[in-house]
């Protein structure tokens, strides 16, 4: 049974012909043809169709054969009952399977089977020729095991025959002609736009089309045209062993007088470009108007040397034109990027000098991006040329990571385009394709513009580059050449190799002869070798033929200068050649050498020079003659000769001719007869460019796939459309294999392309590189696909990988792997070669299984060769070793990704470290100073030779470290490397969240000398968790550690799963991507863990019959709900119970959205049922959402029982006390607010007096304002334990994994805790995860664009959609991503549904011009900073349904009121700039973006789609799909400022008090839960109650030793006076001390600005990616400045925010937010800062009171106090001080008439200046002492009255501070202050308010002596309004006993 396993492996080819057909090739047949015969064979009789798509079958069976009666020996059977023998009948079964599964048709099959049969048993073979199909494939079936079944199928599926299987499952049908027939057979042509929806085409696949056969096996070689005609004047000879062909040079066209353009037409800025120019040439001018003075894309086929890359230069120039701010003359140079392709690394890199040198003016930054040169992100963005090969920038523009760059780029220029012909031109096509498909759908133009020697089919790349041929397109023939050529040609007719050789050698003596003494000549030769060979043949038969003299004559003054040089060289050869005139070049000589033969050429001392290619391509040396000895070159990825590109022969022709000395150069090419018909077309501009892509079709195709841009089957038909081949087929289709059946109906070959892309796309689903749904056509890209893609490696060497690679390999397998690539597949191992590599398979340190004959044994040694610096000796070896290094870096680098993604951490960790010892060409076993560039060889040596461990290295000094190398001088130097070498140290923290998760803190430390010429910028590093036995691999992360922050430390979270039983330990290591031997592991032992109490079960759901309205039994309360809801849906039915029919504690965890604040409202309603009604309090979590609660409920609850009052409070205390003495029904408020009110509740009755207390979002408690929010509650349910006034919790949340605690710790029983599971929503929700890998921030969010808009389309294409990002800024960014896909669909309107002219009206009222913008197409943004008004527009069109689509920012998640029926949550990481990283969302806040996804009314269903990180994904997943557990922080956050504020108000007297307080808060219910979590490591009750007692005696010494209270007898504590000014500001401890500590009795304004900057409580204000540049600017702008700048200090950024509001600057939206919320809290500091000086008695506390003043009116000290009246500018200000008007006081006693010409005002500035005016504050004030003796020591008081003129009608109360710039509502207060100016004391103060007047009493006491004190009252909002009033000298006696005691008078921290 032989041939059936040849049969399966046939089978393993995907069903392909693969035929052979470079034999009848060569004879000349045409490719084409005989492709078009291979397929037209199907077309024979019978109208059968053999081995294509089912459909097209034409008979249908009638027979009773089913595929059910086929097993694997029916065929055996049927020739048994004619063969008796079971040895002939076996032989005849394999061998008709064989027939009947051969390719041949059916007539041909016939005859076999005839035959094999002998011509008898005609039954069978009627039998077996018609049911073939069914008879091979299901023996096949029945034959094949389980793992071959599966490729068995797929091939059945490519060769149509799936019916069998359906038959086989059950569908007895065959199918009829009919079926997929009904294709309408005009096939229209696919839509331009940028998604299609997968079976757009209505076209399926009808059959694999033979991709191999359709790849021009000659390569760039390929020659399609058949004749070359030649120019006039052409003659042939023929001599022995060759022939010649002269071509003569065409005639030059004349200059026409005036046609050049001269440099001064240019604008004057652009003519430095063009220096010692007059003007530009003929092709130069002749494009001048089209390059520089439009947009139009050009192709210019020119001539080498008719300076093209001018006019690529011209086009530059109109770039930079377009950015260039014609009144400054300034570039904006971040606005756009140009790329400049070329094909050669040295072509590359003469651009970039050339470039840089003539735009270095402009302050253009050109660079190099090549294999050599990688760039970083960095350098990429500062760089606006970029110059590179196809291949790089391939692969940039294939990864996602660098889509922020490669969007800026506006023009494209690619040089020698007519290397599409060539092997690589599929790269170029594949860079064009993309960026034209890009262009047409994005609307983003990039001008291209195509260079290319002459071609005939110029047109064909002129339709692919989009040129318009009447504009863009310029053809200019031989003619003008600079320099004319004359061509010779001569085939060596000889077919002997060694002859052959011979031949070319005379020849190309002669030719060198002929010029010898008049010309100097070059011979280009194609190896290294060769070039001293040659050289040395033409001179030994000159000296032979006594010819030598004429190549240098030997008295000529050459022959001197030769003879002097010949001393200067370093190369034998060369010493050797020199004196004869003769010279080599190649790039293995020395620099200098080559230097010296350049120069001597030049300068016409050097007769001849033979070279190799490399001096055409990189320097510009010509001759008038050259001469190419040979065209065959060797290719090592072929493994063999191969013929030279056309480029190469172009290029090295184009260097004969001097256009300075010659009127014509000669080019001779020596070559095979064979060729000569393809070098004559090439020259003479007859060798049509064909399209070499099918080639890498299927690569370039996951490419797309990878990129997103090819989402199905259609897509990918629209994407070949845009290449060069589909251009060529249109033109030719015969060459392309195209034959009859499918140019009929076809005319744009659609059906073509959907069978070339079927066939690529299932030969990528066979390598796993995609997933293929044949029937919707829809791709979907795999890991593998990614890695192929970013690697650049083809797919069949994934399945290579795919196939071979281990879980358990080391590094000897990982080596053979590599060197089965397919990548190598050609290199072959030649007889000659043999002994060198068996020498090698003994040097190289790593086993090769292989022997020397197999060449993956020879790929293996020459990479382990490459590594060890081992010296080759056969040329084409080297050449193999050079191309093995070039690919091994990312082919080892792909073999490490699928590890890693795979998990597998042995493999992973053996890849990496090959990809190092590729980069760094050493073995790890070396001595890892070898990665230092030039350390001495001896010390490498001698450190290798000890065997002292590389780790302990880094403990010795530098004479240790010399001891031990043996060398004492170097020790520094060995120090010096060893710390520079990249180390970190790791630190790691475990807290199990749940049982199967665990959080790892890890905290990375630098610990070496960053170095930028080892270090570079920044160095990666691979974060890696591995289970205990290191072989499995749990988490993987990539982390990049950036130069600026090379000295701080990293802090890194990362989740792991966990599992039962506990493994003894995890490592977590972190490896250097770079460095080899630099990393560090750590293992984290569980030996402690204990993971937290398994987590109770959430509450059913009960499916209860909903409630109507009237349970509520009360007409008024049901009214309240009338109208919004009908019933009450299940969650509410299922609490309504314990909520209005019960005074219990309830809690409530249900998904965001499920009308939890119904549920809230029941409480409320039973409160006020009953009677006497209580007051309520609602926290809310933030104060947009305080502000919306207040709204609702006043509307909804406004007209209950005659009026509810609901209030939210302000934070300012005086306020606040006020609202809750006049009552208020509900107050809503934040947690700190409720805090700092309820903190004195022993004094407060109303604090007490509370009936129902509502926690919203309850879960909180785990985030930021976690802590205050759990003592809060904790406090309520102490305070209604200690004075037994009831109040009811009812507490709000969402699923929740530990709601018992919670719920036991309100007080609610196990009945009234209602915890629903997180898929319990009023509306079910679907919800997709899509994951990306992309580590760079902002291509990540460009490339979610694309699939947020897909997801829009496909899910919710007329439904409203909220789209959250993470900051701001990207809310404008992602819009218009979203706006540019709409467009490439060709509909930018899609998301807008009011007419136009209805939205204007709306938009005139916008205020952010990019808003509006958007808005026209029906897009809105929504974020933090947008102005109120702005805000209220965008969610009045969304609600309305006017605009579909919302794009809001992160923070607003909370706050913003509108619902959709999808969510789209884009990425799930902010930048958290203390850190300077990206950090994951809170889960809260991603539960709270899906509870926006909730519209019970309008829909039944919702959705979400979540975009993040791989990394992330399992992470969210766990908790959007179960509870979410929740900790507390106030141990770690917040435990010292609540002891401190207990302490203040005497609840906590001593250390017993404290622990008490502990037991009544949250934490205490977690820490028996999860104690790991909390740094417990047993729950035993000693362990407990010692636990809490350490927590409680540090944190109380902690607060000692910060002076803030006092501990007597190791047991009481009392209060200090800085902890009484922390608890009754409410500011952290920590700011008390600073400013204790900081603040002086000289302190300045400056100083004082910076110790409030430096404020604990700034530490939040946000610190954004990239703010540094504004920052910086606002820096420059403001007066104040510091000795250390940091701009990535929140108190640097709160010191700038204060001075910029100062000094009014306008500041962006971002910034603008942060100040807001600085300033709501500076007022408060400023008051603790005066509190705290004036408790020193220093005088300068006025300083902060003058600061209080400008931080709300928002001008320096400095300034006119008429600045705080609005409308005041610096004009108007100028005009009144010259009328004399000084202050505010002054304005109001104008004139009218004299006010009304200074302030030339229209009404409604009037008006606000008149009420600002009337609202200034006008005191009177009056004092008296009181009378009697002074004396020392005794109270001396001081009465002071305070009025205020009130008009009567005014309301008494509204005192608010007129302030348009102060952010918050402020009512106005005055400090009464007594002080001594001459001794800088105060002796006095209150803080006061006045409604219409107040008396103080102040009392002080004085030392003996005279005394001048004063009596100050200042205002701490308005400027200019104070009093500084002297009093009359005081003349003080000695007191009786005069211990004087400095009162500090601390009034006012009594209310």
């Known amino acids: 049974m032989n041939s059936d396993e040849e049969e399966e492996e046939e089978e393993e080819d995907g069903g392909f012909e693969i035929r052979d057909e470079s034999d009848d090739e060569e004879e000349g047949a045409e490719p084409g043809a005989e492709q078009a015969d291979a397929e037209g064979e199907d077309q024979d009789d019978e109208g059968l169709v053999i081995g294509t798509a089912g459909p097209s079958k034409k008979t249908k069976s009638t027979d009773e054969l089913s595929p059910h009666d086929i097993d694997g020996f029916w065929l055996q059977r049927l020739i048994s009952t004619a063969y008796t023998d079971p040895v002939t009948a ?800 990312r082919i080892l680098r792909a073999m490490f990704e699928i590890c890693l993604k795979r998990g597998w951490a042995a493999p992973a960790r053996a890849a990496l470290d090959m990809c190092k010892m590729a980069e760094k060409k050493m073995w790890s076993s070396m001595t890892p100073l070898r990665q230092f560039p030039r350390v001495r060889e001896d010390i490498i040596r001698k450190a290798e030779g000890k065997q002292f461990p590389w780790h302990r290295y880094f403990d010795l000094e530098p004479p240790e470290l010399g001891e031990l190398i043996g060398i004492q001088s170097a020790g520094k130097t060995i120090h010096r490397l060893v710390h520079c070498f990249p180390k970190l140290d790791l630190q790691a923290h475990v807290q199990p969240i749940t049982r199967s998760l665990m959080r790892i803190d890890l905290t990375l430390t630098p610990d070496f000398q960053w170095d930028e010429k080892y270090h570079g910028t920044s160095q990666a590093f691979w974060i890696i968790v591995e289970d205990v036995d290191g072989e499995v691999i749990l988490f993987h992360d990539q982390f990049v550690l950036r130069q600026r922050y090379a000295e701080d430390e990293h802090q890194v979270t990362v989740t792991v799963p966990m599992f039962e039983p506990v493994p003894p330990n995890y490592y977590v290591s972190v490896i250097s991507d770079r460095w080899l031997q630099s990393e560090t592991r750590l293992p984290i032992s569980f030996k402690h863990l204990i993971l937290p109490e398994k987590f109770p079960p959430p509450t059913a759901l009960l499916d209860l019959q909903s409630l109507p309205l009237s349970a509520l039994r009360n007409k008024e309360f049901e009214a309240v709900f009338d109208g919004k809801v009908r019933t009450f849906n299940k969650i509410q039915t299922q609490v309504f119970q314990a909520l209005y029919n019960s005074d219990d504690n309830v809690f409530i965890g249900a998904p965001a959205g499920s009308g939890k604040t119904i549920c809230a409202e029941f409480a409320l309603l039973r409160l006020w049922s009953k009677p006497g009604p209580q007051r309520a309090v609602c926290i809310e979590a933030f104060q947009e959402m305080v502000d919306q609660r207040v709204a609702e409920w006043r509307a909804k609850f406004g007209e209950i029982q005659g009026g509810k009052d609901i209030v939210a409070l302000t934070g300012e205390t005086s306020a606040d006390l006020r609202l809750m003495e006049k009552g208020g029904d509900v107050v809503v408020c934040t947690p700190t607010q409720w805090d700092i009110l309820s903190r004195r509740w022993k004094q407060r009755k109303h604090v007490q007096n509370i009936g129902l207390l509502i926690a919203d979002e309850v879960q909180l408690i785990g985030g930021e304002i976690g802590p205050t929010y759990e003592v809060v509650i904790s406090r309520t349910r102490y305070v209604s334990a200690q004075t037994d006034n009831k109040t009811r919790i009812v507490a709000c949340g969402v699923s929740l994994a530990n709601a018992r605690e919670l719920g036991e710790w309100i007080g609610a029983s196990t009945h009234t805790v209602f915890n629903f599971t997180p898929s319990a929503r009023p509306l079910p929700m679907e919800i997709h995860i899509q994951t990306f890998n992309i580590p760079h921030f902002p291509s990540l969010m460009i490339s979610m664009a694309k699939p947020a808009y897909l997801a829009i389309v496909e899910h919710s294409p007329t439904k409203p959609v909220i789209v959250f990002v993470p900051a701001r800024k990207q809310c404008q960014l992602t819009v218009d991503d979203i706006l540019s896909y709409c467009i490439a669909d060709g509909n930018e309107d899609r998301f807008l549904n009011i007419e136009p002219t209805d939205l204007q009206p709306h938009l005139d009222h916008i205020s952010d011009k990019g808003l509006v913008d958007c808005l026209k197409h029906g897009i809105g943004f929504y974020h933090e900073a947008l102005s109120k008004q702005d805000k209220k527009i965008v969610e009045r069109l969304f609600s309305a349904g006017a605009i579909q689509v919302l794009v809001a920012s992160r923070d607003t998640a909370w706050s913003i009121p509108v619902s959709s029926y999808m969510v789209i949550i884009m990425g799930v990481q902010f930048y958290e700039g203390r850190e300077h990283r990206y950090v994951d969302y809170p889960v809260t806040d991603v539960l709270q973006m899906l509870g926006r996804a909730c519209r019970p009314g309008e829909d039944d269903s919702s959705r979400c789609v979540l975009l993040c990180q791989q990394t992330r994904k399992d992470f969210y997943k766990k908790f959007l799909a179960e509870g979410l557990p929740i900790e507390s922080h106030l141990p770690t956050h917040m435990l010292h400022d609540y002891f401190m504020a207990e302490i203040a108000v005497k609840t906590i007297e001593n250390k017993q008090d404290a622990m008490d307080i502990l037991t009544w808060t949250f934490f205490y219910r977690r820490m028996t839960q999860n104690p790991n979590y909390y740094n417990l490591n047993s729950v035993s009750h000693r362990h407990l109650s010692d636990h809490l007692s350490e927590l409680v005696e540090n944190t109380l010494n902690d607060l000692v030793s910060s002076k803030c209270i006092s501990i007597e007898d190791e047991m009481d504590v009392s209060p200090l006076n800085l902890g009484m000014i922390a608890a009754y500001y409410n500011i952290s401890y920590v700011t008390v001390e600073v400013y204790s500590m900081s603040l002086k009795e000289r302190t300045k304004l400056k100083g004082l600005l910076e110790i409030v900057s430096s404020s604990a409580e700034f530490e939040s204000i946000p610190i954004r990616r990239h703010e540094d540049v504004i920052l910086r600017r606002i820096y420059d702008r403001v007066p104040v400045k510091l000795e250390n700048v940091n701009y990535e200090a929140p108190h640097f950024k709160t010191f700038l925010l204060l001075q910029a509001h100062f000094s009014r600057l306008h500041l962006p939206p971002d910034l603008a937010s942060d100040q807001a919320i600085v300033l709501g809290k500076v007022l408060n500091l400023l008051a603790a800062c005066v509190d705290v000086m004036s408790s020193n008695a220093y005088l300068n506390a006025l300083g902060a009171m003058d600061l209080s003043q400008m931080c709300v009116q928002a001008m320096w000290d400095s300034d006119s106090p008429l600045k705080q009246v609005p409308h005041f500018d610096s004009e108007v200000i100028a005009r009144c001080k010259a009328k004399g008007v000084e202050s505010v006081i002054d304005i109001m006693e104008l004139e009218d008439d004299v006010r009304n010409d200074l302030l030339r005002m229209d009404q409604r500035q009037m008006r606000d200046v008149a009420t600002f005016v009337n609202a200034y504050p006008n005191l009177d004030v009056s004092h008296e002492l009181e009378e009697g003796e002074y004396t020392a020591g005794t109270p001396i008081v001081l009465k002071v009255l305070l009025e205020k003129e009130v008009d009567e009608d005014e309301e008494d109360d509204d005192q608010a501070v007129i302030a348009p710039l102060y952010p918050a509502k402020k009512m106005a207060s005055w400090w009464v202050v007594v002080g001594e100016p001459s001794t800088k004391q105060l002796l006095a103060i209150r803080k006061v308010t006045v409604r219409k007047q107040i008396n103080v009493k102040l009392d002080f006491t004085l030392p003996k002596g005279p005394h001048k004190l004063k009596l100050y009252v200042i205002c701490d909002s308005y400027v200019g309004a104070d009093h500084d009033i002297a009093l009359d000298p005081i003349e003080v006696a000695e007191g009786e006993d005069s211990d004087e005691e400095d009162e500090d008078s601390d009034e006012e921290m009594e209310e």
């Not at 353009?261 to 003929?282: C, E, G, H, M, Y």
């Not at 007869?673 to 004559?680: A, D, G, K, T, V």
Request: charged fraction near 25%.
């Open 90 to 889: 076996t032989s005849k079964t394999s061998d008709a399977l064989s027939i009947l599964s051969s390719e041949a048709n059916l007539r041909d099959v016939e005859n076999s089977l005839m035959d094999l049969f002998d011509y008898e048993h005609f039954e069978i073979v009627k039998t077996l020729t018609k049911h073939r199909d069914l008879i091979v494939w299901c023996t096949k079936l029945a034959r094949a095991d389980e793992n071959e079944r599966m490729s068995v199928e797929v091939a059945m599926r490519e060769r149509g025959v799936g019916w069998i299987l359906k038959a086989l499952r059950g569908d007895r049908t065959k199918p009829t002609a009919g079926d997929s027939m009904d294709v309408d057979p005009k096939v229209q042509e696919l839509p331009k736009t940028g998604t299609l929806a997968p079976g757009s085409s209505k076209l399926a696949p009808r059959k694999p089309v033979d991709l191999e056969a359709m790849i021009f096996q000659q390569g760039g070689h390929l020659m399609s045209n058949k004749k070359c005609k030649l120019p006039e004047g052409s003659f042939k000879r023929s001599k022995k062993g060759y022939e010649e062909i002269h071509v003569p040079a065409p005639k030059s066209k004349p200059a026409v007088p005036g046609e050049n353009v001269p440099i001064t037409d240019l604008p004057l800025w652009a003519q430095p470009v063009f220096p010692n120019t007059k003007s530009l040439n003929r092709v130069q001018s002749r494009l001048y108007p089209i390059a520089f003075g439009t947009d139009e894309p050009l192709l210019l086929c020119a001539p080498t040397g008719a300076g093209k890359t001018n006019v690529a230069m011209l086009t530059m120039l109109h770039e930079l034109e377009k950015v260039r701010d014609p009144d400054t003359g300034k570039f904006d140079l971040d606005a756009f990027k140009i790329v400049y392709v070329a094909p050669m690394k040295a072509l590359v890199q003469e651009q970039v000098g050339s470039f840089q040198k003539r735009l270095e003016q402009f302050g253009v930054k050109v660079s190099e991006l090549t294999g050599d040169n990688q760039l970083t992100k960095q350098a990429i963005s500062e760089t606006q040329i970029i110059v590179t090969t196809p291949e790089k920038w391939d692969v940039i523009t294939r990864k996602s990571t660098d889509t922020s760059y490669t969007n800026l780029v506006r023009l494209i220029i690619v040089d020698e385009i007519h290397l599409l012909h060539d092997e690589r031109g599929p790269v170029v096509e594949s860079i064009l394709a993309r960026t034209v498909r890009r262009m047409e759908q994005t609307g983003d133009y990039v001008r291209l513009v195509g260079l290319s020697a002459t071609l005939p089919n110029y047109q064909d790349v002129a339709t692919f580059l989009r040129v318009d041929p009447k504009k863009g397109l310029f053809y200019f023939d031989a003619s003008y050449r600079p320099c004319a050529l004359q061509q010779e040609f001569i085939g060596v007719t000889e077919k002997k190799a060694i002859r052959r050789y011979q031949v070319m050698n005379e020849v190309c003596y002669e030719k060198v002869l002929d010029q010898a003494g008049k010309n100097q000549t070059l011979v280009f030769v194609h190896s290294r070798k060769e070039t001293g060979k040659t050289a040395r043949f033409i001179r030994d038969m000159a000296i032979e033929k006594e010819t030598i003299t004429q190549f240098v004559k030997p008295d000529s003054a050459s022959r001197e200068i030769l003879q002097t040089e010949v001393e200067n060289c370093n190369d034998p050869l060369l010493a050797d050649l020199l004196p004869f005139g003769f010279g080599i070049h190649h790039a293995g000589m020395t620099r200098t050498d080559r230097t010296l033969v350049e120069d001597l050429f030049a300068d016409g001392h050097l007769q001849v020079l033979v070279c190799t290619a490399t001096l055409a391509w990189g320097v510009n040396l010509p001759a008038h003659t050259v001469i190419i000895k040979g065209t065959q070159i060797y290719n090592p990825e072929k493994g063999r000769w191969c013929e030279l590109s056309s480029q190469d022969v172009l290029q090295m022709l184009g260097r004969a001719g001097r256009p300075q000395f010659d009127t014509f150069g000669e080019g001779i090419i020596i070559t095979n007869h064979s060729e000569l018909q393809y070098y004559l077309s090439l020259m003479n501009q007859q060798l049509p460019i064909e399209s070499q892509f099918v080639s890498k079709l299927a690569d370039n195709l996951n490419a797309e796939v990878v990129l997103g841009t090819v989402r199905n089957r259609d897509e990918a038909v629209q994407w070949l459309g845009y290449t060069y081949l589909y251009v060529r087929m249109l033109r030719t289709p015969g060459l392309y294999g195209i034959n009859v059946d499918y140019s009929d109906d076809d005319p744009h070959l659609t059906q073509k392309r959907v069978d070339i892309v079927h066939t690529a796309a299932v030969m990528l689903e066979k390598a796993n590189l995609i997933k293929y749904d044949r029937k919707t056509g829809v791709f979907a890209s795999t890991e593998l696909g990614r890695i192929a893609s970013h690697y650049y490696v083809t797919y069949a060497s994934m399945s290579v990988y795919n196939q071979h690679l281990k879980p358990t390999m080391g590094m000897i397998e990982l080596f053979r792997v590599f060197a089965l690539s397919n990548e190598f597949k050609l290199i072959p191992v030649r007889q000659e070669e043999k002994q060198e590599l068996a020498k090698l398979l003994e040097r190289v340190p790593i086993p090769v299984k292989e022997g020397v004959e197999e060449p993956p044994a020879k790929i293996n040694v020459l990479l382990q060769a490459f590594i060890s610096g081992l010296k080759l000796e056969g040329f084409a070896l080297v050449s193999d070793m050079v191309y093995v290094q070039q690919s091994a870096g």
